[in-house]
């Protein structure tokens, strides 16, 4: 079935220091999004990638697709605390934009100032 | 606030219970989610709902039990679960049509089967 894996598991970073996690699709995408949960808190919204290459930058986050929209990052530059929490990307499922979303396990950030 | 509130907030019942997850969304959406969120899982999708109706059911038991009676409410049945079935049970909503198809998030209900 369709799937969609993301790494690493866990990071831990010292504040300042950089973040990177990386999504990949058993499937070809028509879109890829990015949720952040905080500790405790629910997955929120903060971005979708629909375009082949697509670089799309949020302050110190910088957010890509693939060329073959089958894989995606999500790059964090200069990390502080408030960045901890669990990033997940999720897909359509069945690559269909606007239903039911495939989500990855999520890659769990912890800084340590 | 995501403008999609869940009750209750902590939920513990024993195997025997019968009990049931409220979901209400403020934002005119036409889709509602629900998903599981254990421990060390991924967030699995239990149920979809377009326009009321069910599109989606991915293999969950038959114990838990979904409603959508309208576009802003949603609700899960609850009955004779079982311990592994604690987790975290959270409700989203959606547009189905436009560009961005994000997902809203409620806060989740904590549930613990004793």
């Known amino acids: 079935g369709q799937q969609v894996m993301q790494i690493p598991q866990y990071q831990h970073v010292q504040e300042g220091e950089d973040f990177t996690t990386y999504c990949n699709s058993s499937?070809?995408?028509?879109?890829i999004q990015w949720y952040k949960q905080r500790p405790g808190g629910h997955p929120v919204f903060l971005i979708q990638l629909v375009k082949s290459g697509e670089v799309k930058k949020q302050k110190r986050l910088t957010f890509q697709f693939g060329e073959a929209k089958k894989n995606s990052s999500l790059h964090i530059t200069a990390t502080q605390t408030t960045d901890v929490g669990t990033y997940f990307c999720a897909g359509p499922q069945g690559n269909q934009a606007g239903t039911a979303l495939i989500f990855g396990k999520g890659t769990t950030l912890s800084v340590s100032s | 606030e995501t403008g999609v509130t869940q009750t209750p907030r902590h939920l513990v019942m024993g195997m025997t219970n019968k009990k049931s997850l409220k979901c209400e969304q403020h934002l005119g959406h036409n889709a509602m989610y629900w998903y599981k969120q254990s421990a060390k899982k991924p967030l699995e999708l239990m149920f979809v709902?377009?326009?009321?109706?069910?599109?989606e059911n991915n293999s969950v038991p038959s114990r838990f039990s979904p409603e959508c009676p309208n576009s802003s409410h949603l609700f899960l049945h609850l009955h004779t679960l079982q311990p592994e079935d604690s987790a975290l049970y959270l409700c989203a909503s959606s547009l189905t049509e436009g560009g961005v198809n994000e997902q809203f998030f409620g806060p989740g209900t904590r549930l613990t089967v004793l």
């Open positions: 499937t070809t995408l028509s879109n």
């Open positions: 709902y377009s326009l009321e109706e069910r599109v």
